[in-house]
Each structure stands twice: as C-alpha cells, then as structure tokens.
C-alpha cells in the first residue's frame, strides 16, 4: 500500500527492502514517477512524444496533477 514518494524513499533507505514496487500507485496516477520527481527536485527527462505535457510547458498541467497535498 505504497502509494507516497517520501514513503517508498524511506522504506529504501532505512534499509527494508531493496526495491519498492508500486502497482496500485500506477494504477491510480500513470505519471507517479515525474509528480515524484518534481516533490524531490529532481529534473527528468520527457521521452519526446510528452515533452508538450510537462508541468511547466502546459498550462493545464495543475488541473491534471490534481490537489496539491499542501491544500
């Protein structure tokens, strides 16, 4: 029942498991990975068939991400 970044990152780093995987998290939200990325800071690279739909090239992006946990 993983589903929050922060989580998977403290499972793995505390040393209790040595993968997380996340099916239902994918499941629920397809681009898990880039809102993970963008909580963390880290910039990833679009595959260039999506470039179009990154957060900051799109204006509608906030509407897709979905609340904010800070609301």
Do not use: C, T
């Not at 989580?7 to 505390?14: D, L, R």
């Not at 595959?47 to 946990?69: E, H, N, T």
Request: glycine share 6%; aromatic share 12%.
């Amino acid at each position: 029942m993983i589903a929050d970044p922060e989580q998977a990152e403290a499972i793995i780093a505390e040393g209790k498991a040595d993968m997380v995987a996340m099916a239902r998290a994918f499941l629920d939200n397809p681009r898990w990975v880039w809102h993970a990325a963008e909580r963390f800071g880290v910039k990833v690279d679009y595959p260039p068939q999506y470039a179009r739909a990154r957060y900051d090239a799109w204006p509608g992006s906030k509407l897709a991400r979905g609340p904010s946990k800070s609301s």
